[in-house]
């Protein structure tokens, strides 16, 4: 096969490879302002450093090729030693592009450090803990954990802090990462895009679960939005069945010390009001009687580090079935 | 010179395996020293290896389960602390001892019994930090140890094997550093002065420098540490008035530079390489040796590029950013002065030259990042270890495969080949 045949095929496939990008996903494909604000500024580095790399690499490529030394010629090449047009121009040039690329980031810098103030923005309490994530809507009166629930098109100011060690808030379509640290708060802005949801992650080491600390954000129309917060408000409907009955008893003996279930209550753990309707059990698993049995059996086979105690050798099969069915009618 | 042993040996025969090891242990002769340093760190290096090799191979598909989550924390942090203090570290020293005084036309080092101890600190302080393998107690905050995560509180017992062998190292690092600071400024040989020595004399110089000014943040980064894991201090316990952000400046202020201090010598490596195979005098020298003391300057200036998602605030993210930015300047000389040596040369593609010569696209690829990672200003959602971590896995690799081995072939090519020009 002619070289040039080879050539060309392969520098095909690599820019049909390169539409791939386009389903990467996460930071790649960003929803809400801020999200496409920081895409534009990788875009723009990317470029100018793709700009960089050819101009360096054809003169290196040129360089090496051209000068090699040949067969039998075993002289000395002449001795130049310094240009000095040269220089400046290799000077003033990158110096330029990098004008260029710091003026963006100057700005944007200087954009994405505002809170937004305005009426509509929706104010969320982040607290970072040893794995999961809490979210009180302090505006509302509201705490719930895990699903951060918010309307679409929307600021939100997250007020961000931890209660044990550093984690970090990361939503990649939405928002870059912000540390969560002990002791300091920081309040950072975002715009939510469609609704739909997102993918949340823990950025910063925090323990053997850091990898699996998960959170998700559900984003709803407005209108959605509004009857869940009203929905959440709500006190927890009685149970139904006399099994959801029975495992409200289980849940009022073993986990009412640490996990509350009506919003407005504080707790150890996560507040499990509106539980039944969220994405995950443990942050990243599917929310279904499987994981959710699992989980309580025993946490740590789940997430490695959860601070849960673990409730198999507690609970007969009976008493779990129970509970599961009255965890169910946390909606 | 008497020995014990000389009455007894004759002429051309071989000494007995314990008067050779007693040489070798209480040797002061830098060369010795160099080839000790090329030792240990080959030995850690296989540590740092497994370490890598275990990651890669939990990581080779979703939801394995062949290393549970807290080892895997533990080699994570081993790896990357065993990499940057007991591989990347000797080996720059290794080079420095072996090719400085000879570059510089002096005997040996100005304190030969320091350089020795400065071995043996960094080879017992790796020690140290392996010894939590053998109490099942591995560090394992990460090799950047942030707190609380590292502290009292939330930290294993671990952590101090992490405190307590950087702490000794750091020191053997820190005597070795003086060590050459005071050799190459005395010891030049007559007739060689600043602007004439060789280009990897200058960059151990700088390097030498950059770690006398690095390493104490990290003692007193570590100080504070043990102090609040070992006797109750508070500097980073928040319920008493600390502050956990405080441990990342420190150590970032000594981790910053430190990437600085692993890449010069390798630099001056390439520098001298190059022009040696493509039979010309280095491009631009004095805008080379410029260009790497800028490097070296506003390499503690950009600290705080490891800390934009801590809520720093738009100025200092800003100033920052376009400090980071700024170091590109003079490694772009560097690189452009390296493209124009062997512009116009005639190249001989030597193993040694293989190597130089590769690293030069290799090293452009992972600087162009860190132009990307400067631009965190807006807290981008860049992959948390391009920034945070130090030096990428990848673009560190790449400049350290590719330096000393082109270095290392080069000490032997010069050896055997008649000196160009």
């Known amino acids: 096969m002619k070289r040039w045949y080879k050539a060309g095929r392969t520098a095909l496939i690599l820019a049909a490879a390169a539409m791939l990008l386009a389903g990467c996903g996460g930071a790649l494909d960003p929803q809400g302002d801020r999200a496409k604000d920081q895409y534009f500024l990788i875009m723009l580095s990317f470029g100018i450093m793709v700009l960089v790399m050819l101009v360096v690499f054809t003169l290196f490529f040129t360089a090496v090729i051209r000068y090699r030394r040949r067969k039998g010629d075993t002289g000395d090449p002449k001795q130049v030693a310094g240009n000095h047009r040269l220089e400046i121009i290799w000077t003033v040039i990158p110096f330029m592009l990098i004008l260029l690329l710091a003026s963006f980031t100057v700005v944007f810098a200087f954009k994405h450090d505002e809170v937004i103030a305005a009426e509509d923005a929706v104010n969320v309490q982040v607290v970072g803990h040893q794995f999961w994530w809490e979210f009180n809507y302090t505006d509302h009166g509201i705490r719930t954990a895990q699903d951060l629930v918010l309307p679409a098109d929307t600021w939100v100011n997250v007020e961000l802090s931890s209660a044990d060690v550093i984690h970090s808030f990361w939503i990649p379509q939405l928002t870059g990462k912000t540390d969560t640290n002990p002791g300091l708060t920081k309040t950072v802005a975002f715009k939510t895009g469609d609704p739909g949801v997102y993918l949340g992650k823990c950025a910063e080491l925090c323990g053997p679960g850091h990898a699996l600390m998960d959170f998700k954000v559900v984003v709803k129309s407005q209108d959605e939005f509004n009857a869940w917060l009203a929905g959440m408000k709500e006190p927890a409907p009685a149970p139904s069945t006399p099994a959801a009955a029975a495992g409200q008893e289980v849940f009022g003996n073993y986990c009412i010390s640490c996990h509350a279930v009506e919003s407005d209550k504080m707790s150890l753990g996560p507040n499990l009001k509106g539980f039944a309707d969220r994405q995950t059990v443990g942050g990243f698993r599917e929310n279904n009687d499987k994981w959710l049995r699992e989980w309580i059996i025993n946490p740590q086979e789940v997430k490695p580090g959860a601070t849960m105690p673990a409730f198999g050798d507690m609970l007969s099969e009976e008493e779990l079935d129970h509970l599961i069915e009255y965890i169910r009618t946390l909606k | ?421």
């Open chain 2, 1 to 421: 010179m008497a020995h014990a042993y000389s009455a007894t040996v004759k002429a051309g025969a071989r000494r007995s395996f314990w008067p050779v090891l007693k040489d070798w242990l209480t040797t002061v002769d830098h060369k010795k020293i160099a080839i000790l340093y090329l030792l240990g760190g080959t030995i850690f290096f296989a540590f740092g290896g497994i370490e890598a090799l275990l990651i890669r191979y939990q990581l080779m598909f979703p939801e394995f389960d062949a290393i549970p989550a807290q080892l895997f924390n533990e080699l994570i942090t081993m790896h990357g602390t065993t990499m940057i203090f007991f591989v990347a570290m000797p080996l720059v020293f290794a080079f420095m001892n072996a090719v400085v005084p000879l570059q510089i036309g002096a005997r040996d080092v100005a304190f030969p019994f320091v350089n020795a101890l400065g071995f043996w600190l960094f080879f017992l302080g790796g020690l140290m930090l392996n010894l939590g393998w053998l109490f099942q107690a591995v560090p394992d905050a990460g090799w950047t140890a942030y707190v609380p995560l590292s502290g009292p509180e939330y930290g294993g017992f671990g952590i101090n094997f992490y405190v307590m062998g950087l702490q000794i190292s750091g020191l053997g690092t820190l005597i070795g550093a003086i060590n050459f600071i005071v050799t190459i400024v005395n010891m030049r040989a007559p007739g060689m002065t600043f602007m004439r020595m060789p280009l990897f004399t200058w960059t151990s110089f700088i390097t030498s420098v950059l770690i006398l000014f690095a390493f104490p943040p990290l003692t007193i980064g570590l100080v504070l540490l043990m102090f609040d894991r070992l006797f109750g201090a508070n500097f980073f316990d928040v319920s008493q008035g600390g502050n956990v952000v405080l441990w990342q400046h420190f150590f970032w202020i000594f981790g910053h530079p430190e990437v600085y201090i692993l890449i010069l010598p390798a630099f001056g490596i390439i520098s001298e390489v190059v022009s040696t195979f493509a039979g010309k005098r280095l491009f631009g020298y004095s805008s080379m040796v410029f260009a790497t003391v800028l490097i070296g300057f506003l390499g503690f200036m950009v600290w705080a590029h490891h800390m934009f998602t801590t809520g720093m605030g738009a100025v200092a993210n800003a100033l920052f950013s376009v400090a980071t930015m700024l170091i590109a300047i003079p490694t772009g000389i560097k690189v452009f002065n390296w493209i124009f040596t062997l512009w116009g040369g005639k190249i001989r593609f030597t193993a040694a030259n293989l190597f130089a010569v590769s690293f030069i696209p290799t090293f452009v690829m992972g600087g162009v990042d860190g132009g990307d990672a400067g631009v965190g200003a807006g807290e981008l959602p860049v992959p948390r270890h391009v920034l945070r971590r130090g030096p990428l896995p990848l673009r560190h690799r790449r400049r350290h495969r590719h330096g000393p081995p082109g270095g290392l072939l080069l000490l032997v090519a010069e050896d055997v080949r008649p000196h160009a020009g």
